[in-house]
């Protein structure tokens, strides 16, 4: 019986990856069409082959830039997802703190980012810092609100038995709230690990000496349309590889709720 969820998950997972590539090439294919039937000059809309073909042409620019937006955004995702975490603890420790703490979180995720981020760059400098803390800003409230519920999440009963035990609250937290936050906080990750992208080319935008919002930015001035898609290209690669990233490492910290889904 241990050979079943083995024997399912294989085709699956191929068939999955069939859709996935039918959808892909459908899209593109009639975007490719569209293009060349309703001949769109290549500076409004530049055909799919046109992009892959400006992709492999200039491979090395990409990848150095990729890397470096990649740079940005993994470090503000740590940073982000440290102080979301730290901030949900905080306030499940000490309650007096949550509707204080969570109205200003909710006032920077007000905040436009795009407001935010040149005024960074002009403290701080055309460096990766201001990147760094653009994405952090971008990433850290749902993680605390996830991290938050799922640290709320406990079952009353599990609690109760504790509290029967003399369990002090320290003990109540590492062996039954944070466990309970496990799965709360991979669902952050899924949503913030291709938005730290986002948030590092959109200081990029606003200023930088390298990465991939730079390029997009060059492209967009100077009306490259073909170079501008393709980093798009790139940064969607990114997106997917990150998602994919954070599913791997779900499966297998959370291997008993992929057991019980098998």
């Known amino acids: ?8 998950k294989i085709p699956l997972a191929a068939g999955d990856l069939l859709v996935v590539a039918l959808l892909l090439g459908l899209a593109l ?3 490719e069409g569209w293009v060349r039937l309703r001949e769109i000059p290549v500076y409004i809309l530049p055909p799919p082959s046109l992009v892959l073909l400006t992709l492999t042409r200039h491979l090395d620019l ?15 995702l740590l940073l982000g997802l440290t102080i979301g975490i730290l901030t949900a603890i905080l306030i499940t420790f000490w309650r007096r703190l949550e509707r204080g703490v969570l109205t200003l979180a909710i006032l920077i995720k007000a905040t436009p980012m795009v407001a935010i981020a040149p005024l960074l760059i002009i403290w701080f400098g055309f460096g990766p810092l201001p990147k760094i803390i653009i994405t952090a800003l971008l990433t850290f409230f749902p993680v605390l609100i996830n991290v938050h519920s799922g640290l709320h999440a406990v079952d009353d009963a599990l609690l109760a038995l504790f509290h029967s035990l003399d369990a002090s609250r320290w003990e109540c937290f590492r062996y039954a709230r944070w466990p309970s936050a496990w799965p709360y906080l991979f669902v952050a990750l899924k949503v913030v690990a ?26 967009y001035a100077n009306l490259n349309m073909p ?12 997106g997917v590889a ?8 779900e499966k297998r910290v959370l291997f008993w709720r992929v057991t019980q889904d098998m």
Request: a negative charge; charged letters at 10%.
């Open 1 to 8: 019986m241990s050979d079943a969820p083995h024997e399912t």
């Open 29 to 31: 294919g009639f975007w």
């Open 62 to 76: 990409y990848i150095k830039a990729a890397l470096v937006t990649l740079v940005e955004a993994l470090g503000g």
């Open 194 to 219: 291709p938005l730290s992208l986002v948030g590092a080319v959109v200081a990029e935008w606003a200023g930088a000496s390298a990465g991939l919002g730079r390029t997009m930015w060059l492209a």
């Open 227 to 238: 170079h501008l898609f393709a980093a798009v290209f790139c940064l969607a690669l990114m």
């Open 242 to 249: 990150l998602y994919a990233l954070v599913l791997g490492i």
